[in-house]
């Protein structure tokens, strides 16, 4: 019996030794607690004013507070705060309540995003802050998890209350040979405001032109500015938007405003807007320094002008009227234009007396008007 009882006693404390080993096992590491799934809150929101709408713009965390990937699309929680995020005596705001996110802030609404990619949200401006002397307004968007739970708002993004800048009326635009001029409805100044053009080149296929080829190519977009803090002129020349393209602009009146410490911009709404295929119509100046000179050895007149700087220039023609024969003026330099600001005439007869003329041309065939006319003889050869 004492054997038995000795035999079934290390048995079951083989089977607790046993047991003992697997559960250590099952424990190798430290614990670690569930994940709230709290999103990590956004740094980066900007927001601007148009007309009456504020868009607000941020990029999407990729992980939650405790660095596991966040899955599917987040709830956002959008809210605003009048005057620039300060509490009491000019310090931070409050920290936000995990359950009821951050104290004072207005809703400004609801929506879902997907993590780890930008995001864009608009809501309108409230109607009692359209109005009235401008102040500063801060918005902030506070990520949640299923519980409504927030790991804190967003960075501020301030906008500015009162009345937005009135929208550009009768916009319009044309070419002259210097650019494309752009004209709109004039509007009272205002310290701070200004005309912000935008400018978007649209592609069209075909090579460029000879004077555009060996030059940099005009760029993409671009945004102008006129100001209008002291007069609105109602016209603007784009002296910087090659001709012979397409290019696309809209305007919009922006007002620059300074309160609570901050500048932002309130802009009015964009025109609608307006595509002009900026076709170079116009010719280059007329030549001008022209003179002749009769090379008696050579048996030529030679003629010579003043370059033409005109950037669209191809070349030059020569036209001559035959004042002894009485005939017309012709062209005698040939079909293609001259390219240098010169020419010899070697198809002249001695005795005769000529007149002659140059106009210039573009790369698109438009030709200016005549030079004035010079005259040059050539004498003819004396017997000794």
């Known amino acids: 019996m004492i054997r038995r009882l000795s035999l079934a006693m290390a048995t079951a404390a083989a089977a607790l030794l046993a047991l003992s080993g697997l559960v250590g096992c099952a424990l190798a590491g430290n614990p670690q607690p569930p994940t709230l799934w709290m999103p990590e809150p956004v740094r980066d929101l900007s927001a601007q004013r148009v007309g009456n709408e504020v868009r607000l713009h941020w990029t999407m965390p990729k992980n939650t507070t405790d660095k596991v990937a966040l899955q599917g699309d987040q709830r956002a929680h959008f ?24 104290p004072g802030c ?82 009272a100044p205002h310290p701070g405001l200004v005309l912000r053009i935008h400018r978007a080149l649209i592609p069209s296929p075909g090579s460029p032109k000879p004077n555009q080829s060996a030059g940099t190519p005009p760029a993409p977009e671009q945004t102008l500015e006129v100001d209008l803090d002291k007069t609105d002129p109602g016209q ?14 809209s305007v919009e009146r922006v007002q620059r405003v300074t309160a609570d410490q901050h500048t932002v911009e309130l802009s009015g709404l964009s025109s609608p807007p307006v595509i002009i295929d900026a076709k170079n119509i116009f ?32 070349g030059y023609i020569v036209y001559r009227r035959d004042e ?10 040939g079909d293609a234009p001259v390219v240098p600001s010169t020419f010899e005439d070697k198809t002249v007869v001695a005795g005769h007396r000529y007149t002659y003329a140059v106009s210039a041309v573009s790369n698109d065939g438009v030709e200016s008007a005549r030079s004035a006319e010079v005259q040059e003889q050539m004498q003819e050869n004396q017997t000794q």
């Open 106 to 187: 207005r809703a400004a609404g609801d929506a879902m995003f997907p993590p780890n990619r930008p995001a864009d949200f608009t809501t309108q401006m409230p109607a009692d802050l359209t109005g009235g002397p401008p102040q500063m307004v801060s918005y902030f968007v506070e990520l949640q998890n299923r519980s409504g739970k927030t790991a804190g708002p967003s960075n501020p993004a301030y906008v500015a209350t009162g009345s937005a800048p009135a929208a550009v009326e009768g916009f319009t635009a044309h070419t002259q040979p210097k650019g494309v001029v752009l004209d709109w409805q004039s509007a």
């Open 79 to 102: 809210c605003w705060t009048r005057g620039a995020a300060l509490g009491p005596e000019g310090k931070a705001p409050p920290r936000p309540v995990p359950s009821a996110g951050l």
């Open 236 to 249: 603007a020349l784009d002296s910087d938007a090659p001709l012979d393209h397409t290019w696309r602009y």
């Open 324 to 333: 002894t024969a009485g005939t017309p003026a012709e062209r005698i330099s």
């Open 283 to 314: 010719p280059p100046a007329v030549p001008a320094g022209l003179a002749a000179v009769a090379d008696e050895q050579a048996q030529a007149i030679n003629l010579s002008w003043t370059p033409d700087s005109d950037p669209d220039l191809a």
